[in-house]
């Protein structure tokens, strides 16, 4: 593998044009049929058009007694029972005049039957034989008819639309096991070092303990997409390669950390040139933290690979601004990216010039005069990852002096459920006086 020393002089370049570099090679993954249970959080691949009715059949509503509305129109009319019908079975016989059949919620609403009338209204003799309804039932009270929810046809399922907890509901009530989704990107994670400790054993001297790796597996899992650990490895290139291919082999995508950089260690992106040739990028790019990052998608198999830089801040910011929306493009949805607020700063966000666009790591909450405030930032440093670690949102400090407290800017929200709870933990400042 040559040493190109290449990419210590090449300017740096924006953070959208990293972005596209790799967004122009990304190809959608193929749609599957996958089990509904499986298809939470993907993206449908194709429409799906109702089958059966919902309801499949009128029903009664309530637990009480089926009538003819037209025998109750005098209103405190005695009707006799001649037998009960349960959700999930069918009543023997139509319901004759002067006539109530005792129902329950979900059975079949009896032929001849209109009406229910709650069993909280009804007054019914000792023996059960007889029952008094006590006031005149509208036609179709207390019933719910075939079709009221969906009607054969109906479009449940537009392509392109994400599963979520509902729909899995819909099409398990159409009968259908499975769904047309995108698949969800299996992606494996490996971590490079000669520093990195491969157990949990104590340390020699210089040795870390390996943080990239399991943060960027919880990453992927809380993004929807499967993580697959590919474990630890040498900083040799002939090693990395082999862990690399494997993973193309079996993975949508796959994501590294460490050796991106300048040091005389930095194998990845020669590895990452190899694998993919043309289609492949080694980057300066104007973003701190995360100024390195190597992109390639290989010759043989199409796969997307990401080489973050080595420290854990670095590695969360790749991870949001390069890895996180191009997988949501291979499983297929259009909105990638994380979703921006306005919030006001209720602390100021100072800044060097530098060239370089500032990621800063945030505590946001919606407080009481409804809108988002940054309540407090981490300490900036590309190693300082437990002072991130509580970050719900990131924001995007552009080149100059920075923000002045009371300034409205945009945010990127990472965890939307904490903007709530940052909120109310902020009662007591926040409150208008
Ligand atoms: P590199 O990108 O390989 O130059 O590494 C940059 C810094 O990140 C060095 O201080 C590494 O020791 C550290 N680093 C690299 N990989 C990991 C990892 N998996 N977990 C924690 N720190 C790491
Ligand atoms: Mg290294």
Same mark, same amino acid.
């Given at each position: 593998?040559?040493?190109?020393?290449?990419?210590?002089?090449?300017?740096?370049?924006?953070?959208?044009?990293?972005?596209?570099?790799? =967004?122009?090679?990304?190809?959608?993954?193929?749609?599957?049929?996958?089990?509904?249970?499986?298809?939470?959080?993907?993206?449908?691949?194709?429409?799906?058009?109702?089958?059966? $009715?919902?309801?499949?059949?009128?029903?009664? $509503?309530?637990?009480?007694?089926?009538?003819?509305?037209?025998?109750?129109?005098?209103?405190?009319?005695?009707?006799?029972?001649? +037998?009960?019908?349960?959700?999930?079975?069918?009543?023997?016989?139509?319901?004759?005049?002067?006539?109530?059949?005792?129902?329950?919620?979900?059975?079949?609403?009896?032929?001849?039957?209109?009406?229910?009338?709650?069993? +909280?209204?009804?007054? /019914?003799?000792?023996?059960?034989?007889?029952?008094?309804?006590?006031?005149?039932?509208?036609?179709?009270?207390?019933?719910?008819? $075939?079709?009221?929810?969906?009607?054969?046809?109906?479009?449940?399922?537009?392509?392109?639309?994400?599963?979520?907890?509902?729909?899995?509901? /819909?099409?398990?009530?159409?009968?259908?096991?499975?769904?047309?989704?995108? !698949?969800?990107?299996?992606?494996?994670?490996?971590?490079?070092?000669?520093?990195?400790?491969?157990?949990?054993?104590?340390?020699?001297?210089?040795?870390?303990?390996?943080?990239?790796?399991?943060?960027?597996?919880?990453?992927?899992?809380?993004?929807?997409?499967?993580?697959?650990?590919?474990?630890?490895?040498?900083?040799? !290139?002939?090693?990395?390669?082999?862990?690399?291919?494997?993973?193309?082999?079996?993975?949508?995508?796959?994501?590294?950390?460490?050796?991106?950089?300048?040091?005389?260690?930095?194998?990845?992106? =020669?590895?990452?040139?190899?694998?993919?040739?043309?289609?492949?990028?080694?980057?300066?790019?104007?973003?701190?933290?995360?100024?390195?990052?190597?992109?390639?998608?290989?010759?043989?198999?199409?796969?997307?690979?990401?080489?973050?830089?080595?420290?854990?801040?670095?590695?969360?910011?790749?991870?949001?601004?390069?890895?996180?929306? $191009?997988?949501?493009?291979?499983?297929?949805?259009?909105?990638?990216?994380?979703?921006?607020?306005?919030?006001?700063?209720?602390?100021?966000?100072?800044?060097?010039?530098?060239?370089?666009?500032?990621?800063?790591?945030?505590?946001?909450?919606?407080? =009481?005069?409804?809108?988002?405030?940054?309540?407090?930032?981490?300490?900036?440093?590309?190693?300082?990852?437990?002072?991130?670690?509580?970050?719900?949102?990131?924001?995007?400090?552009?080149?100059?002096?920075?923000?002045?407290?009371?300034?409205?800017?945009?945010?990127?929200?990472?965890?939307?459920?904490?903007?709530? !709870?940052?909120?109310?933990?902020?009662?007591?400042?926040?409150?208008?006086?």
């Amino acid at each position: 593998l040559t040493t190109s020393r290449d990419e210590t002089t090449r300017v740096l370049i924006e953070v959208a044009e990293a972005q596209s570099f790799v =967004h122009q090679w990304l190809t959608r993954l193929s749609p599957v049929e996958a089990p509904l249970a499986d298809a939470l959080g993907c993206v449908a691949s194709e429409s799906v058009d109702a089958r059966e $009715a919902v309801p499949g059949f009128d029903n009664s $509503a309530m637990d009480g007694y089926a009538v003819r509305s037209s025998d109750t129109t005098d209103g405190a009319v005695r009707l006799s029972v001649p +037998e009960a019908v349960l959700a999930g079975d069918v009543a023997s016989a139509a319901l004759a005049p002067g006539e109530a059949m005792r129902i329950m919620t979900g059975a079949p609403l009896p032929v001849g039957a209109d009406a229910v009338c709650m069993i +909280e209204e009804a007054t /019914v003799d000792a023996d059960g034989a007889h029952v008094v309804v006590p006031r005149p039932m509208g036609r179709g009270e207390n019933v719910r008819r $075939a079709g009221d929810d969906v009607v054969v046809g109906d479009r449940l399922v537009d392509a392109g639309v994400v599963i979520g907890a509902g729909l899995v509901g /819909v099409l398990a009530g159409q009968g259908l096991a499975l769904v047309s989704v995108y !698949a969800r990107p299996r992606v494996g994670v490996l971590s490079t070092g000669h520093e990195l400790a491969t157990d949990a054993g104590a340390l020699r001297p210089g040795q870390i303990r390996d943080s990239n790796r399991p943060m960027l597996l919880a990453l992927l899992r809380r993004s929807g997409f499967e993580p697959v650990d590919l474990g630890t490895v040498e900083d040799d !290139a002939r090693e990395i390669e082999g862990r690399f291919r494997e993973g193309a082999a079996t993975c949508d995508a796959v994501v590294s950390t460490g050796g991106v950089s300048v040091g005389d260690a930095d194998h990845v992106k =020669h590895v990452l040139t190899a694998l993919c040739g043309e289609r492949s990028r080694t980057m300066r790019v104007a973003v701190r933290p995360g100024k390195p990052f190597a992109f390639g998608v290989t010759r043989d198999e199409g796969v997307p690979l990401f080489g973050l830089a080595g420290n854990p801040v670095s590695t969360m910011v790749g991870y949001e601004l390069f890895v996180r929306p $191009a997988l949501r493009r291979r499983a297929g949805f259009t909105d990638v990216e994380r979703p921006r607020v306005t919030a006001v700063l209720d602390v100021p966000l100072e800044r060097q010039k530098d060239g370089k666009l500032q990621i800063v790591f945030a505590t946001a909450g919606v407080h =009481h005069d409804g809108r988002v405030h940054v309540t407090s930032v981490a300490r900036a440093g590309s190693h300082l990852l437990n002072a991130v670690a509580s970050a719900n949102a990131c924001v995007p400090v552009p080149d100059g002096p920075g923000f002045a407290a009371g300034e409205v800017v945009p945010v990127m929200v990472l965890d939307a459920d904490a903007l709530f !709870a940052n909120g109310r933990a902020d009662t007591d400042t926040a409150a208008p006086t």
